[in-house]
Every structure is written in C-alpha cells, then in structure tokens.
C-alpha cells in the first residue's frame, strides 16, 4: 500500500504455496481446500509467526488478513493477545477481516477491534462495500483504523455516470475518520480520478507487485 508520495504505508502478507513439482499457488487455489479441512487458524497462525521472525521484515508494518474461523475460536484470539503482548510496543500490525466475513460475525469483530485498540495495534476491513446507509452503523461500532475498497468500485461510488458524489460515502470519510484505500489499482486513469476525488492511498499493480519472502 503505497500513499500520493509512493512511500509504503504498509505492507499486506500474502499467503502462497508451493506444491510437489515446484509450482507456486496463490491463495485463491489452496483457501478453500485448507477452509475444508478446516486448517485456517494454523495457517494465520504460521503466517503471523514467519512474518514477525523474518529479518528482511522487521521494519515494515504489517497487515495480516485473519480467517473468519480465528476470531471465532476464542483460543485463537487469547494466542494473537499474548503474541502481540510478547512485542512490547516495537512494531504496529495491522488485522484485516473481510467486509463479508465480519458481517456474519459482528461480535466476534467487535472483540478483535478492542483488543487491537487497547495492544496498541490497528483493525482494518477488506473488501469493503457499501450496499445501503445502514451499513455505517457497524463501522461506528467497529471504528476501523482504515478499509480497502476496489479502486474501480470506489470510483464509481464517488463519482457515478452524471458526477455526483455518494452521500453516504462522505459520510464516512468526514464523520468516522476512517483512512480509504483503494486496492486493485491496475490504471492510471482511475488513480488520478480518485486523487482528485480526495484519496491518498493505493494498492494495486499499477504501484507494485508481490514479491516472495
């Protein structure tokens, strides 16, 4: 995630696989089979313990985007305290649940974002989309430091065919205090319509692509 200067604002760990034959799966390929045999919180858990142990990121801040199955798991959420408890106040992470999966799991949400708050961490939403006003209601409970929607989603919600603005989006951006950024960044053209539309912070190939750690 890049803001309008091209400095990193933070770096988000992607989970990847190799298999057998050497060849390199992203998430999307392996999700829902670790999903099926219900391996999720083993897999947050071992990418947050490499991400916080490997060198080259020691001074990045982190975003990590947990599974919906370990902030159901109130062992899992006791664990990410005491992990995060075990770093002192050196680093500030940040966790991510998508906008569908904390929908469903509102309370459990609500438990992350607090404890976070207090250990001195960041909550973030993923895949954030706004489907009626009512919508807000959460997030001001929730109180996110940031939310990631789809740089072409967003644009559109901004600006719409005849040019005018979302109500309820100003809302959010005005009101809650909530830092937008846009993902999936992949044109120029919509980069600079949505600076002028007042966002600083990107994420996309346009910017940036993975690199292997």
Do not use: C
């Amino acid at each position: 995630m890049y803001d309008l200067n091209g400095e990193i604002f933070h770096s988000e760990a992607y989970a990847r696989l190799y298999d057998e034959d050497k060849n390199l799966h992203t998430a999307s390929d392996f999700i829902p089979l670790v999903h099926k045999i219900r391996l999720d919180t083993k897999l947050d858990q071992n990418v947050i313990n490499y991400a916080l142990k490997e060198d080259s990121l020691q001074e990045r801040e982190i975003a990590f985007n947990l599974s919906l199955r370990f902030i159901e798991e109130p062992e899992m959420m006791q664990w990410l305290k005491e992990r995060l408890a075990g770093l002192s106040g050196k680093r500030t992470l940040n966790f991510e649940l998508s906008n569908l999966s904390l929908l469903g799991s509102l309370k459990e949400a609500f438990t992350l974002a607090s404890m976070l708050r207090q250990s001195g961490h960041n909550f973030g939403i993923d895949r954030f989309s706004i489907e009626e006003e009512s919508n807000l209601n959460y997030l001001q409970m929730l109180k996110p430091k940031y939310i990631k929607i789809d740089s072409i989603y967003l644009h559109n919600m901004l600006q719409g065919r005849e040019g005018q603005n979302n109500p309820a989006l100003q809302v959010l951006i005005e009101s809650l205090d909530i830092t937008i950024i846009a993902t999936n960044l992949e044109d120029q053209t919509i980069k600079e319509a949505l600076q002028a539309l007042g966002i600083k912070y990107f994420q996309g190939s346009l910017l940036g692509k993975p690199i292997l750690i």
